[in-house]
C-alpha cells in the first residue's frame, strides 16, 4: 500500500479518492506513523478484502488428498534459481500452473517453499497471479477426485479477487497462440502451449511449475519447482 504524509493527502485527496475507488488501499502519516487509510467502499462496508480472499489460498494448503501410488502428479526437477522477491518489480504477473497449485495444496514441502512467498507476495498486493482455465479445472480436481465439492467451492473462491487473481479464459485468440506455439516445438502438448500462451499473451514475467517437461521449454521464462 502507498503511503503519502498527511499534507501531501490533503493537496492529492481527490487522485487519491478516483485510486481507491478503483480498488486502491492507501495509507495517511503523520511523521512517518501509520495514522489512517483510504480504502476501497467495500472494505469500509465490512466486506471481504482482497488479503483474506487470498489468505483463504494460503490456508488451504494441505487440504488436497496426496494422489495414492502409482499415480503422482509430473515433475521432480528442482528450482534452476532461488526465487527471489527483488528479481520481480511492483505489479509484475506471476503464473501459476495447475501442477504447482495441487502440489501446494497437497502440501508438498519442495513445492511449498517455492510457492509460499510467490502466494504471499501475491497477498500483500506486490504481484498478480495469472491462472488458466486448464489450470483452474485441475485444481478444482483435486477436490471433487475426493468428492468433495465444499472444498471445490473453497478453491474456487480463493482465486475470485480480480485484483489479485487473473482468470484467463481459453478463447479463439489463446487458441491460435497455442497452436502457433506448437508449430514453433511440436514437442509441445496442448495444455503446455495453452500454459505458455496464456503467459506469454498476459505478460507473466514468469511462470511457476512442477511439471518437469513445461519446466524445459525455452519459450518463456519458467520457475520449476519440486512435486511430489
Known sequence: MERFGVQEARQRFPELLVRASKG???VIQRHRQDLAA???LEDAAGGTSSQEAMENLLSLKGSAQKRSAPQRLPGGAPAKTRFQARQLGPGSRIGLDGSALVAFLQDDPHTSRVLEPVLQGIAQGSWQGVISSISLMTVMDAALSQGNEALSLRYSAAFANPRHWLQVPLDGDLALAASRLQQQDPELDLNHAIELATAIQ???????TADRDLAQTALHPVLPCRSI
Open 38 to 40: 483510504i480504502v476501497p
Open 202 to 208: 498476459n505478460e507473466v514475467a514468469v511462470l511457476v
Open 24 to 26: 486502491e488501499r492507501l
